[in-house]
């Protein structure tokens, strides 16, 4: 797992495209910010949960998300713009990325595949 700013996603590509066991580059952007990292998506494991949205101001700040029921965080790797709200109550399902790093250094890294905005209370 390696986690690059914007700058050096073409050295992203030209590993990846060497050595397909990295296997595949997700951009994203957090706070105005372009990151991108590579994993293997052979590794990930399919999660569901209930948790809240929360935004974090670490360095330019990021979206994660905090587990309800035993308090494990996330750092989503694909939040869509709909849940980037602070304090959201929200049911996830989505793969595990092991050995996700990013300049963040905060949560897991998830890929959501599917989520629900769930009712206040």
Excluded at 6 to 20: G, S
Excluded at 37 to 63: D, E, S, Y
Excluded at 88 to 111: A, C, D, K, R
Aim: charged letters at 15%; hydrophobic letters at 40%; aromatic letters at 16%.
């Amino acid at each position: 797992m390696f986690a690059f700013t914007h700058f050096f996603c073409i050295a992203c590509i030209t590993r990846e495209l060497l050595n397909p066991n990295y296997g595949y580059i997700r951009y994203f952007t957090t706070h105005n910010t372009k990151y991108c990292t590579i994993f293997n998506a052979a590794n990930m494991t399919t999660i569901q949960f209930n948790g809240k949205i929360v935004r974090k101001k670490i360095g330019p700040g990021f979206w994660g998300i905090e587990e309800s029921e035993n308090g494990n965080k996330w750092f989503p790797v694909n939040l869509p713009e709909v849940l980037q709200q602070d304090g959201l109550h929200v049911w996830i399902e989505g793969e595990e990325v092991p050995g996700f790093v990013s300049v963040f250094m905060w949560g897991t890294g998830l890929q959501i595949s599917n989520y629900a905005i769930l009712p206040v209370g």
